[in-house]
């Protein structure tokens, strides 16, 4: 049931990305011919990245910022306070004002700090645009081959797209490796797309003990779409003219791989391939959180 549903939910995806893709594909012929894009709004060349700080509960800023401040001039007070030793003619009061203030100076930025901490925990900052932002990070990563190969980029986010149950660390491995299996061993790629998508509302059919059990799940999608632009695209490590992913080698290596880091984050990873219309597509599902998530910035130093 579940097997057969996830393949109804990709098909789905897939006939929902077909139209984008072959929007990708005309303006990029339209980029190539010199003319304008017929809908820069809604599809676009990569930008900077999308920001993934996301927003805080209400916290006293200026206050915090005063802090701050304040504790930026605490090491040159610290400074005057030892190059004044040894400079009073009072050489008592002179080691008395120095041991008086380095001890005030210090439990001084002492307080400070901890108040630094407790705005720090007290307003934990809500996770927003996770998915967006490791896609930007990585596409930063690898700018340089991207620029290289002459790539264009192309992007569709869905906004306020939902979080994932999926720890940052496993995301990143599986986008990187998957950006690397691409610009590694397929070709000719003229065009890349990322697309990210809430798919609907399903029914998730388990078992736990032999008792069949029923939940709903929602998942959030990214594909990635690599387009030879009318020019067949070939697995590098493949004989064969079609653009089929290579189950052998280092190549089928990586996508083991990347499909078990899926499979253990209770993820779906598909492909699909036109050889017509020479585009492979990826598509990685992942669970939608449906609690909020939160994160604390790292403390000061």
Known sequence: MRDSESAFNFRMGVARCTPWVEKMEEDLQSATEGKSLKDPHNLRPSKDATDSEGSSIPAPPHLVELVYHVRKYLPQ?????????????DKRFGEYF????????????????EYLDYARVSAPLEKRD?????IEEI?????????EKEIKLFKKFEQS???TTVPEDPLRFILNSLLWYALTWISPIVSM???????????????KEGIPLKRERQDIEIIIILSGHKEPLRVSASPVEMPVLEKEGVAGFMLRLIEDIVRDNRGEFRTETDAKKAWI???????????K???YKPAET
């Open 77 to 89: 007070l610290k400074d005057l306070v030892r190059l004044s030793d040894g400079r009073f003619v």
């Open 98 to 113: 120095s041991q008086s203030l380095s001890k005030a100076l210090g439990n001084l930025d002492t307080v400070l700090k």
């Open 130 to 134: 996770t998915i967006h932002g490791l």
């Open 139 to 147: 596409l930063k990563r690898y700018q340089g081959l991207l620029e």
């Open 161 to 163: 797209l939902p979080e």
């Open 193 to 207: 797309g990322f697309l990210t998508q809430t798919l609907p509302l399903r029914i998730e059919t388990t078992s």
């Open 281 to 291: 597509l990826f598509s990685l599902a992942f669970p939608v959180e449906r609690r």
């Open 293 to 295: 998530k939160i994160y």
